[in-house]
């Protein structure tokens, strides 16, 4: 059978039996079809990103173009404008050939092959469709999760999800017109083999090329193409630090299950030696938790052996018990020796403080009732210019707790009891260790109105102790018990107001708060785990100025307060909050801490407060601590953001405690070129190169009292659409007088991989609202290269 058209006639069809037949039948029919409306594509729920497997079994072939013959269910031979669909597979070229009992295609002459957003083109491709196995010869090739491209001598398409490139370049950076152009970075390969189902690329015998430069000779190399993980040799990073010199690490992923993962990080310190560092990470339905470990052999700084060990654990165990699930929490830190934060201040942040937790916790819940068993020790890394009182080990505490919401008369009640067994050196302490036992019961009966609130309150404390040596009354126990009543209140005003052109509803609330605690001498006790509350609006209206339960503020005052705010009339987001609050003391506090002199004064200190966000792009956060007396503030933090769009933030904060600190931190991520005019965004992946923009980053933390710089992180970005370079100076404060320099430069090649420093992470770590240059917020459809 033979047919054939004019140009003006395009045949379409589904290749079924009887298709050929249907065409000559329908030839008319499709004339008069050239001449309608073209059709117009809509938005559809139905479309779908993947085709199951059986369903694309089901799925016919259309077959396109301006002479069609053949033979039913043997052959089909297109030519002129051909074309073939099945599902997410197009071909295109100037002759197609179709055999249908093979199901293969053979295409000539400007092929063009879209598979899923993957476009191939090239001089012949012969390709089963179905199973999708076949060649492509000379195609020039483009990728669409990371928009790749290149050219080789061959592709072989073993699957739908895998192939082989053959003699292959590839790279991201997008052409530019113009016959001498050459792309910033391009890899070269003896192949490179594409597996869309694991979402990597592994090439061989390879080099990469930047700016014309051969960098990096790769006998083997396993690349993404996305952010899925693979197991593998990740990029090595290189760095220069004053204390270790320069530092090369090779990590190694192994990617266990979806569930869990581990990292090696051998790195090498030209000044020390090597540090051999592991990280295990994973994640259950009833638990999760990591573990991070770093070696050291023979640290030719100390002339020592140097270690560090870091674990988290949070879950349930036991679930499936009469008595339900137990809680499990682990946080253990563990050094070597006292030096170790100092000499290794970039490892995990909890092994680079001078308190390192060891702490482990059963819990257990029912309903109102609670209970933990917890046991805490610390190690104390001491240094001799600056010598730290060490905390109290917790060996052991058990703590159980009752509270219950819905009693008659709407009546609420809790119920804590705690019993806890304090060691600690007494030589560094000066005082005796014990084991105090604490329990205390309040009860309570809230009214509560959208106008006003009234929540009387009852507490009693009672503790006992049991010392390990005498006090200096020659006491070996002690017991307190302190009852204390309480009683809150405010109201609630709104009215409709307008403020520079906009509508807000204002509210007025106004606050009152009394207490009364009476005197019980506390002089003779020991301090366990008891400090003053900080000043501030969250806690000016609590009964006990004490955090801890060694000391009960002795307390006869009421605090007067308000605050006023304003909501945005449309959609009730808080554009304005101001407040103001004092105490009235209506007698002297003697119970103080140890060392502490008792409070007489009738008035505290006035407790001013502001927040502001007026609009999205800016923010405003404060609050004064003044005393009337002296007329001048005694604390005071002052912080603010500017936001006006991607990649711009600039953020400030100001903190004064009066007599002791006074700090003033800076973070900022701005386009230089903003400077001369430009004011674009970041390049993305479609803007060329030689476009590119510049980034100034950074955080410096200045102690104003000291007039020096404590620690900074600052650097430059530069993006240039296809590839991204950082390079960040850090300065870290070790001691009084020594600081950790390092210096952090990092190449990335969009779509590829990075190379140098993890400059990115220290960034994201240490800038408020830092912004990768390459974030992407899904990955592309293939209906956007759907031709």
Not at 411 to 437: K, V, W, Y
Not at 533 to 553: H, M, P, Q
Request: charged fraction near 25%; proline fraction near 6%.
């Amino acid at each position: 059978m033979h047919d054939s058209t004019s140009k003006a006639f395009r045949a379409r069809f589904a290749l079924t039996p009887v298709a050929l037949l249907a065409l000559a039948v329908l030839q008319p029919q499709l004339a008069r079809a050239q001449d309608a409306a073209p059709m117009v594509l809509r938005p559809s729920a139905q479309l779908r990103e993947d085709i199951p497997g059986a369903q694309a079994r089901e799925l016919p072939i259309f077959l396109e173009g301006e002479h069609v013959f053949g033979r039913p269910d043997l052959e089909t031979v297109v030519e002129g404008g051909a074309q073939l669909r099945r599902g997410d597979t197009l071909i295109r070229a100037d002759r197609l050939e179709y055999y249908q009992p093979d199901d293969l295609a053979r295409a000539r002459g400007n092929v063009h092959l879209n598979r899923a957003g993957n476009v191939f083109e090239g001089p012949l491709l012969e390709l089963k469709v179905e199973s999708f196995e076949g060649f492509f010869t000379q195609p020039h090739y483009r990728f669409l999760r990371n928009d790749a491209y290149g050219q080789a001598d061959r592709v072989d398409f073993i699957d739908d999800k895998r192939a082989i490139i053959r003699n292959a370049t590839y790279t991201t950076c997008q052409a530019r017109p113009g016959p001498s152009w050459m792309p910033d970075w391009i890899l070269r390969a003896a192949s490179i083999r594409i597996d869309n189902e694991e979402e990597t690329g592994q090439a061989t015998n390879a080099v990469l090329s930047f700016k014309g430069l051969p960098i990096l000779p790769i006998p083997g190399l396993s690349f993404p193409l996305s952010d899925k993980r693979k197991s593998g040799v990740l990029p090595p990073t290189i760095g220069l630090d004053n204390l270790n010199g320069v530092e090369l690490t090779l990590p190694y992923y192994w990617n266990i299950a979806p569930n869990r993962d581990a990292t090696l990080y051998p790195t090498l310190m030209t000044r020390r030696g090597v540090d051999l560092g592991a990280e295990f990470r994973y994640l259950e339905s009833a638990y999760n938790g990591q573990v991070r470990a770093n070696y050291m052999p023979g640290d030719s700084l100390r002339h020592r052996d140097r270690w560090g060990f870091a674990a988290r654990h949070d879950g349930a165990i036991f679930s499936g018990s009469p008595l339900g699930p137990l809680g499990l929490n682990l946080n253990l830190n563990r050094v070597s020796d006292d030096n170790y934060w100092r000499d290794f201040s970039r490892t995990t942040a909890s092994l680079t403080q001078r308190l390192l937790a060891n702490d482990g916790a059963l819990s257990w819940a029912r309903g109102d009732l609670s209970v933990m068993a917890r046991a805490l020790k610390w190690q104390v890394l001491q240094d001799v210019d600056a010598p730290i009182v060490p905390p109290y080990d917790r060996l052991p505490q058990v703590v159980a707790r009752y509270a219950r919401d819905r009693l008659p008369l709407g009546l609420e009640t809790l119920l804590e009891a705690d019993s806890t067994r304090f060691e600690a050196p007494r030589r560094l302490t000066g005082q005796p260790n014990a084991h105090r036992t604490f329990a205390f019961a309040q009860i309570s009966r809230p009214w509560q109105t959208p106008g006003w609130f009234v929540t009387p309150k009852l507490q009693l404390h009672a503790t006992r102790y049991q010392f390990d040596a005498p006090l200096a009354n020659g006491a070996t126990s002690a017991a307190r018990a302190v009852p204390t009543a309480s009683l809150d209140s405010g109201l609630v005003f709104e009215r409709d107001a307008s403020f520079f052109g906009r509508s807000f509803r204002q509210t007025l609330e106004p606050r009152a708060f009394y207490v009364y605690t009476p005197f019980r001498e506390q002089s003779l006790l020991p301090n366990y785990d008891t400090a003053l509350k900080d000043f501030n609006f969250a806690t000016i209206y609590t009964e006990n100025e004490f955090v801890g339960n060694d000391r009960i503020s002795d307390t006869h005052l009421l605090t007067l307060g308000a605050s006023t705010r304003l909501l945005d009339a449309q959609t009730g987001a808080e554009a304005a909050r101001f407040g103001v609050a004092q105490r009235l003391r209506f007698k002297d506090q003697r119970v103080v801490l140890p060392g502490g002199t008792p409070v007489s004064e009738r008035l505290s200190d006035l407790l001013f407060g502001a927040t502001i966000n007026w609009t999205p792009q800016w923010s405003l956060d404060s609050t004064v601590q003044y005393n009337p007396k002296t007329g001048r503030s005694e604390r005071s933090t002052l912080g603010g953001r500017y936001n006006p769009g991607n990649y711009r933030v600039v953020s400030a904060a100001y903190r004064l405690q009066r007599g002791m600190s006074e700090q003033l931190d800076l973070g900022w991520q701005w386009p230089l070129n903003d400077l001369w005019g430009d004011r674009g965004q970041n390049l993305g992946p479609g803007r060329g190169e030689g476009e590119g923009r510049w980034y100034s980053v950074g955080r410096l933390n200045l102690s104003l009292k000291d007039r020096r710089v404590v620690d900074t992180i600052v650097g430059l970005e530069y993006d240039a659409g296809c590839w991204l370079g950082r390079i960040v100076f850090e300065r870290l404060q070790s001691s009084t007088n020594t600081a950790n320099k390092r210096i952090l430069f990092q190449l990335e090649f969009v779509g590829f991989t990075r190379l140098g420093t993890n400059a990115l992470q220290r960034l994201k770590e240490n800038i408020p609202r830092y912004q990768y240059l390459r974030e992407e917020v899904r990955p592309p459809s293939r209906f956007t290269n759907y031709d």
